[in-house]
């Protein structure tokens, strides 16, 4: 008898264990409203830092540190990279990239109730899986394994260049001011 006891528990617990991870995940995510942390952004051997404000759906801004006074906003399916110590700005449409999938809690939350227990995987402190859409968006998804929060993301970026975006220190549904106002340079 206490042998079909442990094979039980050996058979049946990392199901279990699964699925307490991705229902804990999912439940930390849908009372998610909005976001606001430090970030570390790796690409094409550049390191960067600076400050976000993540407003579920689909806004983002994030302020980064450096002489150039770069600025991103995610808004209304456009991505705006600002510079204002030149003045510039550039506007990328958000549609096929992996900003579409982060942004948007509901896309995760589908994507996670569709994937295949085998696909979380376990990095360090994190839990992540993978997205690859038909249109050829990769992103892959970082949970922090204590609090179940967003960590962060891997995808490739326009240039085709890897980029791992990290989040540090994420305080949820702090409310903000942010109005996620674009700077008028051109647009």
């Not at 549609?95 to 994937?115: G, P, Q, R, Y």
């Amino acid at each position: 008898m206490r042998f079909f006891i442990i094979l039980f528990l050996i058979i049946f617990y990392p199901f279990n264990s699964f699925s307490n991870i991705t229902d804990d995940i999912a439940k930390k995510l849908n009372e998610t409203n909005n976001l606001i942390f430090s970030f570390e952004q790796k690409s094409n051997n550049l390191n960067e830092k600076g400050e976000c404000y993540l407003l579920f759906p689909g806004n983002l801004k994030c302020i980064y540190t450096g002489e150039e006074g770069k600025e991103i906003y995610v808004k209304n399916n456009s991505l705006y990279i600002i510079k204002h110590k030149f003045k510039r700005s550039y506007r990328y449409p958000i549609k096929n990239s992996a900003f579409n999938i982060v942004l948007d809690k509901n896309k995760i939350l589908e994507n996670l109730k569709s994937i295949d227990q085998s696909k979380i995987g376990s990095q360090n402190d994190n839990y992540f899986y993978e997205i690859r859409t038909e249109d050829g968006v990769f992103v892959k998804i970082f949970f922090n394994k204590k609090t179940k929060l967003l960590k962060g993301w891997e995808t490739i970026s326009y240039n085709q260049e890897p980029v791992k975006f990290t989040i540090i220190n994420p305080k949820i549904n702090t409310e903000f001011k942010e109005k996620f106002i674009l700077p008028s340079y051109g647009f």
